[in-house]
Structure formats: structure tokens, C-alpha cells
């Protein structure tokens, strides 16, 4: 019974992430980093609790400071988010809501909605947060090499796409990426959670566009999934417009540990370094263990691998793996049901999922 729910509610279905095993399995289903974060972490962390007396600071001055320093920008046009998870949600709210700042909404004296692109397969709560912000999306289908059509995004009145991007891990150049936010009218929302496994980031060309938003976690290059920090990096102007709807959500955006273990992280620069080269290293014996194997990859930029199966099947592999004790994941979409995502563990974890995977190839 959903008596009391507003249509909205009725509309919509809760999102299921990737299981969180109770028992000990090897976890490569929800892209978290294989380290633990930088030890300076729980530091900062002990240290804030003993002033937890005291409201947070709303604007987060310190960690948008290190933030800023850490990208080559102005804490200005830093804002920071639980995740980038409410981080996107509230780009949605500021730019693309119908009636909002941005350039979505009605042409203008019609009728007619002007439209975000986005690629069909992209990041799955793209489409959740356009339902519940009642955004027109325009679904532009990625190329047949599983490459976002560049092309096919341009013109959009608004575009959000993931570079590199999930679940296919591919990145499009930073001169393709300038080519869309170029020949976008309203804000290109460039979601960079994985950009850190990869050369290529969009940040530079935020002083050249006003139009563009990128998105950052510290969930995936920091090993910080559970403490939830995102933030956007943005021309000041579109910071002012994500400043108006948080106040409406939550005046206290980020939590005074958060605050202070991000901080920390994004100051030990030298640490995240190492390990995200850890991962790239383990990525590239990854794929050539596979390729051995006869499995084909995506060329990953990311911390994951999509790889692609035939017989059996991707689903039939990743329920094999799962009796094994191994975790990855599988998604039904038409263009993705032929392959299963891979997160990149440690070389240790990728030896027993490569040696689970044998077994089931040569049964
Ligand atoms: N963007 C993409 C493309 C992701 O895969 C994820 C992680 N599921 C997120 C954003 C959200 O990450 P978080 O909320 O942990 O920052």
C-alpha cells in the first residue's frame, strides 16, 4: 500500500548498490579503492572528534582551500558535497531542474522541453536524479566501439556524461571533451569519479568555461568511500548556484570528521600517488591475465576493467564467481549484458579471482 506516497515517490525505485558481502569474499563489485586511505586520515579524524561540541563550518573553508591548492583553482570555485553522489544530485537541482537557473526548462513560448544529454550507458542514478528533478534527458547511444559519440552530444541544452566513463571505463580526450562543452547550451556536467585512474581531467578548462562543472570523489583516488566526500570544481557563478539549493537541503553540508579526514587526504598527495599507481600497475597485469585467458577488455582508463564474456555467458561467470567467494558485477542492459565489471583489488585479490575464473573457464 503507498496510500500516503506523492506520485513522485510511486514513480520511483530505490537504488541498489552493489552487495556488501557479510561473509569474507574478494570485493571487486563496487569500484572502492584497494588501500586503505593515508593513516594522516584517522589522525585529522581523532583530533576533530574532541570539538564535535560544535556545529561544523558550513562553508568548509579549510578542506576547499586544500582542494583548491591540490587542483591549481580558487577555493571559490571549489563546493563541496556528502559524495559525489549529492554532490551531482544538487548540480541537477541548480542547473537543470525545470524552472531553475541553468538552461534546461521550455523553449521558450512552447511546450516543448529543452534536453540534457546524456550517453545510454553512463552512470545508472543519471536517469534517478533526472526522474526526480523532472529532467528532460535526450539518451544519445554510445558508439559501436562502446565510445561516447561525441558528436551525438553536442547540442544538448544541457549534458552530463562520466569520464572516464562507467561501466565501460573508456575515456574520451580532454580535446573531445572541450569539442561537447563548447557545443553545449546550458552546463556540461563532467563527472570525474574515476579521472584520477586515468591521464586525462577536465579541471584545466574550468577557467575557460563557464559553463562546465566537474564533479570529483575522494570515494575512489582516496580510498574514502565511507566517509562520503565529493565536491564540484566550477566557475564561481555556477559554485553560487549550487550554494542556493544546498541551503535548501542542508545548511551543514559535509560533517566536522569528514571535513577534517578529507582535508587530511587531499593534503597527502604523495600517498594517493602511490597507491593509485598501485592500481594502474595491477590494472595492466589485470588485463594481460585476461587477454591470456582469451577475455577481452575495454580499454580502461578507470579502476576497473569491463571484460567481455561469450561462453559462458557474463551472468553465468559472475554467478560461478560469486559460489567462489568472488564479487563482481553484472548489468542487464542490452548493450552491457555481455560483460561483467571488474574492480581492480590488490595484485593478491586479482591472483584468486584470475585463479576462480580459470576453474570456471576450463570446467
Ligand atoms: N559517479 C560515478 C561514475 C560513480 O561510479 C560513482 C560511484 N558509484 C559516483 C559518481 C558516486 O560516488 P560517491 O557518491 O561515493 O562520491
Not at 559525489?84 to 521550455?106: H, I, K, M, R, V
Not at 545508472?124 to 554510445?142: G, H, K, M, T
Not at 600497475?281 to 585467458?293: D, F, N, S, V
Amino acid at each position: 500500500m503507498k496510500e500516503f506516497w506523492s506520485e513522485k515517490a510511486k514513480s520511483l525505485t530505490p537504488y541498489v548498490a552493489g552487495e556488501q558481502p557479510k561473509e569474507k569474499l574478494v570485493k571487486l563489485n563496487t569500484n572502492e579503492n584497494a588501500y586503505p586511505p593515508s593513516p594522516r586520515v584517522a589522525e585529522a579524524i581523532a583530533q576533530a572528534a574532541g570539538a564535535l561540541r560544535l556545529y561544523p563550518d558550513p562553508d568548509a573553508h579549510r578542506l576547499r582551500a586544500a582542494i583548491a591548492e591540490y587542483h591549481g583553482v580558487r577555493p571559490e570555485q571549489v563546493f563541496c558535497a556528502n559524495g559525489s553522489d549529492e554532490a551531482l544530485a544538487l548540480c541537477y537541482a541548480a542547473f537543470f531542474q525545470n524552472g531553475a537557473a541553468g538552461a534546461a526548462g521550455w523553449f521558450p513560448g512552447t511546450s516543448i522541453p529543452r534536453r540534457v544529454k546524456t550517453p545510454d550507458v553512463g552512470y545508472s542514478f543519471y536517469p534517478v536524479w533526472a526522474n526526480l528533478f523532472d529532467v528532460p534527458l535526450e539518451i544519445v547511444p554510445l558508439k559501436e566501439d562502446y565510445s561516447v559519440d561525441v558528436d551525438k552530444m553536442c547540442g544538448g541544452s544541457g549534458m552530463i556524461l562520466a569520464n572516464p566513463n562507467a561501466p565501460t571505463s573508456i575515456a574520451l580526450s580532454i580535446p573531445n571533451i572541450e569539442k561537447i562543452i563548447q557545443k553545449t547550451d546550458g552546463v556540461a556536467v563532467v563527472d570525474e569519479a574515476y579521472a584520477p585512474f586515468s591521464r586525462a581531467t577536465a579541471i584545466p578548462l574550468v577557467s575557460k568555461y563557464r559553463n562546465l562543472a566537474v564533479v570529483r570523489t575522494l570515494s575512489k583516488s582516496h580510498s574514502l568511500a565511507g566517509l562520503r566526500v565529493g565536491y564540484v570544481v566550477a566557475d564561481e557563478n555556477l559554485i553560487a548556484a549550487l550554494q542556493t539549493v544546498k541551503d535548501s537541503f542542508n545548511s551543514y553540508p559535509l560533517d566536522m570528521l569528514a571535513q577534517a579526514g578529507a582535508e587530511a587526504a587531499v593534503r597527502d598527495a604523495d600517498y594517493c600517488r602511490e597507491v593509485t599507481g598501485k592500481i594502474v600497475e595491477t590494472r595492466a597485469y589485470t588485463i594481460g591475465e585476461l587477454w591470456k585467458l582469451g577475455i577481452s577488455t575495454l580499454p580502461s582508463d578507470a579502476n576497473f576493467v569491463f571484460a567481455r564474456f561469450h561462453d559462458p555467458s557474463a551472468e553465468a561467470v559472475f554467478a560461478a564467481l560469486r559460489e567462489r567467494g568472488v564479487l563482481v558485477r553484472w548489468f542487464s542492459g542490452k548493450r552491457t549484458r555481455n560483460f561483467l565489471r571488474i574492480t581492480i583489488g590488490t595484485r593478491e585479490e586479482m591472483d584468486l579471482f584470475l585463479s576462480a575464473l580459470k576453474e570456471i573457464l576450463c570446467k
